[in-house]
């Protein structure tokens, strides 16, 4: 019997060590069939390439050819991909800075479509009427079918003052629209801040997040913490530098986790985490978004919101929550590739999807009753004169110099904006619950 328990725990070795073999033996087999499929990929691709060389009606030059092969790849792959040649590579750059030509209009691809996520704020498109969410159909008289972004991008941008014409399809409207815009120097005004006329409370207004954003919003910060409340307004805001989002957040949340990306390759997973120092958490904050909040406007509005630091009003945003990386492949030309996706504290992502509010408030007016017929104490034959007149004297004594008036915003321009109205209310029962706690 020992012989035979010898035997057979012999033959277990055995039969180990042949699954061993076998298993390595599996392995290498696939590991030759990729590499088999991989060159008989690339053997097609230079066959097609030598063949568009030899018989394509115009003359093409080999880099022509693998360039525009190149192009085509990254445009197949997502919207948000794309080859930037020395041109394109050096306007990412400078937009970047806070500064560059053009429209002043955010795009991206929805549903095949060409679609203004945003126009910035006071720019020549924001003051031709874009709105985000129109279609364009065409640039000038040439139809943006099968267009690329970049192409787009190319054809709008020029010399300032020179102009074009855009027909877009908005929503609720019957027919094509037709919008004359002149070019000009995009300056962007990246963060701008004003007091709520009676209410003190600090507006914040980002319009988009180039380098100056944390820096500018901590300033604004420090010279106002003594508000009842901040209203970080972050409507057509279309995105842009992600650790200014992480930056942002971070100065209202004071642990956890702000955004984290997650890709395909394990080496471009990441998280983002709050940090204790410089947190503001006792002033009571609101979040405006709309359709034209994408990008880093999301991730900040989405942490918050997860957080549960802010109450999240207005309209739900674009939904675009892939991260590119800028690749350059040598001094003057780079790839913009989509590596990862942003997932929000909760788990939860972006992409497609967008924020949803706390709160529905759409655009418009506070609805107002108008011509009320009334009488009023000072409209009375005997009424308190000399009370009037005090009266009169303090509003007088509170007439506000022209810098003044321009750090406030009016309760006239307050009740001309639904949503921000809204956030103003919202701020007031945030403040009086936690008086109540």
């Not at 095949?112 to 364009?136: C, F, N, R």
């Not at 011509?371 to 000072?378: G, R, V």
Request: aromatic share 4%.
């Amino acid at each position: 019997m020992k012989h035979l328990k010898f035997i057979t725990i012999g033959f277990a070795s055995t039969m180990i060590g042949a699954v061993v073999l076998f298993s390595t033996s599996l392995l290498a087999n696939e590991q030759e069939a990729k590499e088999e499929s991989r060159l008989s990929a690339l053997a097609k691709y230079t066959k097609v390439l030598g063949t568009v060389e030899k018989y394509y009606v115009d003359d093409l030059k080999v880099n022509e050819i693998i360039t525009k092969s190149i192009e085509g790849l990254l445009e197949n792959l997502d919207a948000h991909s794309s080859y930037l040649d020395a041109k394109h590579f050096k306007e990412m750059q400078i937009q970047t800075e806070g500064e560059f030509g053009g429209l002043g209009i955010t795009i991206g691809m929805r549903n095949g479509a060409l679609t203004i996520i945003a126009p910035m704020e006071g720019t020549p498109a924001d003051k031709a009427g874009v709105k985000a969410g129109d279609i364009i159909l065409k640039i000038n008289k040439e139809s943006t079918l099968n267009m690329t972004i970049d192409e787009a991008v190319g054809l709008m941008r020029g010399k300032p003052q020179t102009s074009l014409t855009l027909t877009i399809v908005r929503e609720g409207e019957n027919k094509p629209l037709e919008i004359p815009i002149t070019r000009d120097i995009i300056k962007i005004d990246s963060v701008y801040t004003k007091i709520i006329e009676n209410e003190n409370i600090l507006y914040v207004r980002v319009t988009n997040f180039d380098k100056n954003v944390v820096r500018k919003v901590k300033e604004a910060l420090s010279k106002n913490l003594k508000v009842s409340g901040i209203i970080l307004d972050l409507r057509n805001n279309p995105g842009g530098l992600l650790n200014q989002a992480v930056g942002l957040t971070d100065l209202f949340v004071s642990q956890g986790v702000i955004v984290s990306q997650k890709g395909r390759d394990e080496t471009q997973n990441s998280e983002y985490k709050a940090t204790m120092e410089g947190t503001i958490e006792d002033i009571p904050l609101t979040v405006l978004v709309n359709g034209g909040s994408a990008s880093a406007s999301e991730i900040v509005s989405g942490a918050l919101q997860d957080h549960k630091r802010a109450v999240v009003i207005g309209e739900k945003t674009f939904g675009k929550g892939s991260v590119q990386i800028i690749l350059p492949i040598d001094e003057s030309e780079a790839l913009r590739l989509t590596i990862a996706r942003y997932y929000l504290p909760s788990g939860r992502t972006i992409q497609a999807v967008g924020v949803t509010h706390d709160i529905v408030v759409y655009p418009g007016k506070v609805p107002q009753k108008e011509d009320e017929f009334s009488i009023k104490e000072q409209e009375l034959k005997k009424h308190l004169e000399s009370e009037l007149e005090k009266v009169n004297e303090k509003k007088e004594a509170k007439k506000l110099s022209k810098d003044e008036k321009e750090k406030l915003i009016t309760q006239e321009e307050l009740y001309n904006d639904l949503q921000l109205k809204s956030a103003v209310d919202i701020i007031k029962v945030l403040k009086i619950k936690s008086k109540i706690k």
